[in-house]
């Protein structure tokens, strides 16, 4: 496996359940995001890991709750989310090389449907 | 606010044609403007990035023109064929705290390139 890997790719759920989308980095990065995509709508950054630490909450609502465990695993754990919140969550990963910006790598996606 | 405007949302092309998509910024903390190609069912895919002391960078067909100066920067791609009909995002980052980097999006251009 080499890139980032995102489980499961498509997620059905109701307002009640509880659910998580797992993603894991193979390519030794030490920075994680969680990125939202809806139709129409740029992509919007959510959660910022660095080193295994929350670096960036980007006023998300409570029903999603990141976990980083180590530098290769990212989860968002869901909860009595809306139908609004229905839209491609995609991970990505990146690597710090000193005083610069560099870009991300990104997973395929989980497609989330919420009934 | 939208930091990253893109234009035009869509564009049609016939194969051999050189389409061209627009960003313009506003932030000059950014210091890194990648440019990423989505696929139907797939996360963005890094295409080509420059950096704000270059004007001009080519990889391949694509080329990104940046101007500094006016705050605007486009994508290129020569002799395009019908297997470069994705949406493409341009993007703008920052450096966040420890090891992340922020990258925020403009809203996407589906280019569709005729035989």
């Known amino acids: 496996e080499t890139g980032v890997t995102q489980t499961p790719r498509h997620l059905v759920m109701g307002m009640t359940n509880k659910k998580s989308l797992k993603c894991e980095q193979h390519?030794?990065?030490?920075?994680m995001y969680w990125y939202k995509q809806s139709a129409k709508k740029p992509l919007e950054l959510m959660f910022v890991y660095s080193l295994e630490e929350r670096v960036e909450n980007n006023s998300v609502p409570s029903r999603f709750s990141p976990e980083c465990p180590n530098s290769s695993h990212l989860f968002l754990h869901l909860h009595t989310l809306q139908p609004e919140d229905s839209a491609l969550y995609l991970c990505a990963s990146s690597q710090d090389h000193g005083t610069a910006s560099y870009g991300y790598t990104f997973g395929s996606g989980t497609r989330l449907t919420v009934v | 606010q939208q930091q990253v405007k893109q234009s035009p949302q869509s564009l049609i092309v016939q194969k051999g044609g050189i389409p061209i998509i627009n960003c313009a910024y506003e932030n000059t903390a950014f210091d890194y403007f990648p440019w990423y190609q989505q696929f139907p069912g797939k996360g963005p895919a890094l295409l080509i990035a420059i950096r704000p002391d270059v004007s001009e960078k080519k990889e391949g067909r694509f080329t990104i023109s940046f101007n500094k100066s006016a705050k605007q920067f486009s994508l290129h791609i020569m002799d395009s064929q019908p297997g470069d009909s994705a949406t493409y995002f341009c993007a703008a980052s920052k450096r966040m705290a420890g090891t992340a980097s922020k990258l925020t999006f403009g809203t996407g251009t589906r280019l569709q390139v005729t035989l």
């Open positions: 390519l030794g990065h030490n920075a």
